[in-house]
């Protein structure tokens, strides 16, 4: 059974740093892996996909990577906002199955 | 831009009452989704369409159902509400269908969600 964990649980850093977010998952038979954002009380909006025959995806100041095999994916946050607070999550669609799995989040901070 | 919109933010629900929770998407997507998030289970499964009238279980059906009898829309029935079921509902669609050949590039979309409060 497909299971996601994202490290660390919540992260608090001063705005102008870079910064990583992790995402492990246990099969590493998957489509993709999605990373999203969620503010308080609201959906989730799509940041970037990583198809799981690519290495890395980037938009803007977000940089995202999938190492498959070792079954792991990184955000990468280039020069922090306070805007760039939120919650990040990261979804695999696991081979043979139409179902996202989701880890639990990361809750970052960014400090004026 | 994709757009998937759940009818409400906000409901307050009596214990007992049946409660429909809507969703329409308007980019021609093959799949929906209704997922339940609750601080520190993160977003659990619980209901997920491929088609119109397919409908499969995820991981906590119980206490729900779905229809789809149109594509662009998906809608979760609470059949007779509990204050266990207070939690915030999230619907989502993506592309993809039934062939794996699609599903490498499929996204999923979601909406803004509806935070429903049992009492």
């Known amino acids: 059974k497909q299971e996601v964990t994202q490290i660390p649980a919540a992260l608090s850093v001063p705005e102008g740093e870079n910064l990583v977010l992790n995402c492990s998952f246990t099969d590493s038979a998957i489509y993709n892996l999605q990373w999203f954002r969620q503010d308080p009380g609201k959906g989730l909006t799509s940041l970037l996909l990583?198809?799981?025959?690519?290495r890395e995806q980037t938009s803007g100041r977000l940089n995202a990577s999938l190492d498959k095999s070792s079954g792991r994916s990184t955000l990468y946050i280039a020069a922090s906002q306070p805007g760039d607070s939120a919650t990040y999550l990261c979804?695999?669609?696991?081979?043979?199955?139409?179902?996202?799995?989701f880890g639990t989040g990361t809750r970052l901070k960014v400090l004026a | 831009d994709v757009k998937v919109t759940q009818s409400s933010r906000y409901l307050v629900k009596r214990t007992g009452e049946k409660v429909f929770l809507e969703c329409v998407q308007d980019m021609d997507h093959e799949n929906m989704f209704w997922y339940r998030q609750d601080p520190g289970l993160g977003l659990r499964l619980i209901y997920f369409s491929y088609d119109v009238k397919m409908k499969e279980k995820g991981d906590i059906p119980e206490g729900y159902s779905v229809s789809r009898e149109k594509k662009e829309r998906f809608s979760l029935i609470l059949e007779s509400a509990s204050t266990n079921q207070t939690s915030m509902y999230l619907c989502a669609s993506s592309t993809g269908g039934r062939f794996a050949s699609r599903l490498e590039n499929t996204e999923a979309f979601f909406g803004q969600g509806t935070r429903l409060t049992v009492v």
């Open positions: 979804a695999v669609l696991t081979s043979g199955t139409y179902k996202y799995i």
């Open positions: 990583i198809q799981s025959s690519q």
